[in-house]
């Protein structure tokens, strides 16, 4: 078990090792040592913004107990990176963003996967999704909340992309 305890948003205890977290984050790092903060049955608790749903699967990346996030869960997806930039988590963005890049969703689901690297700043896979985009025809994409993440500047260069991909076969 954990020596230390991430509270949540919402408010979840999660029971963590303070020497891998200060390693992993140059944020959580600073912070200590730790005075006049809360316990709880013997350990720290740091309390975090985040909510639950978004810190379980940063901490399940984070401790290896699950090897990539589903990006079809855009919400969840954008707040993990952004979370990951907020505490300086560099090693575990550059996980998330290499697994984006060889994600067999780039071929499934390229539309979330173009949705969930705008939404983040990934240029370079929203490039590798974009053409995968042209196998479902455009009448087709249903209108899903995943939109919201991004700008109806983002979704017009996709429809362009497509548009000028059709005039050139």
């Not at 998330?96 to 700043?121: D, R």
């Not at 240029?123 to 899903?144: E, H, I, Y």
């Not at 700008?151 to 050139?168: P, S, W």
């Amino acid at each position: 078990r954990g020596d230390l305890i991430l509270r949540s948003s919402d408010p979840i205890d999660f029971f963590v090792m303070e020497v891998f977290l200060r390693y992993i984050s140059s944020v959580f790092d600073a912070m200590f040592p730790l005075l006049n903060r809360e316990t709880y049955d013997g350990r720290a608790v740091i309390s975090v913004e985040e909510s639950s749903k978004v810190l379980h699967p940063l901490l399940s990346i984070i401790y290896h107990h699950i090897d990539e996030l589903d990006m079809r869960d855009c919400d969840m997806y954008k707040n993990v990176v952004v979370s990951t930039r907020k505490y300086k988590m560099a090693t575990i963005e550059k996980k998330l963003h290499k697994q984006a890049a060889v994600s067999p969703l780039i071929m499934k689901e390229p539309l979330y996967v173009f949705i969930a690297a705008t939404a983040v700043g990934w240029s370079n896979v929203t490039k590798m999704a974009a053409p995968n985009t042209l196998l479902q025809p455009l009448c087709d994409m249903a209108c899903t909340k995943e939109f919201g993440h991004i700008t109806g500047a983002d979704l017009y260069h996709l429809v362009q992309f497509r548009f000028k991909c059709g005039e050139a076969a």
